[in-house]
């Protein structure tokens, strides 16, 4: 994935819906153009979602997060 807004290199968070929560599972880290990738296996069916916080190029720090996105285990 990349975190596009990100302004150099930030922890992403992998996170995984809970009911109304959402639960880190995973972390890692941008390179400096906002580009990550990470292993992730799941044991069951699950929503899954990227989140990140950093400057943004308005010069604010905010935190963003990826649509939703659900992966089937069979």
Do not use: C, M
């Amino acid at each position: 994935g990349q975190a596009r807004d990100a302004r150099g290199q930030t922890t992403v968070n992998i996170q995984r819906q809970n009911g109304d929560n959402w639960d880190t599972v995973a972390q890692v880290q941008t390179t400096r153009d906002g580009s990550f990738a990470t292993k992730l296996v799941p044991g069951s069916t699950g929503t899954y979602r990227a989140q990140w916080s950093g400057d943004v190029p308005s010069g604010d720090h905010a935190s963003r997060e990826s649509w939703p996105v659900t992966l089937r285990v069979k």
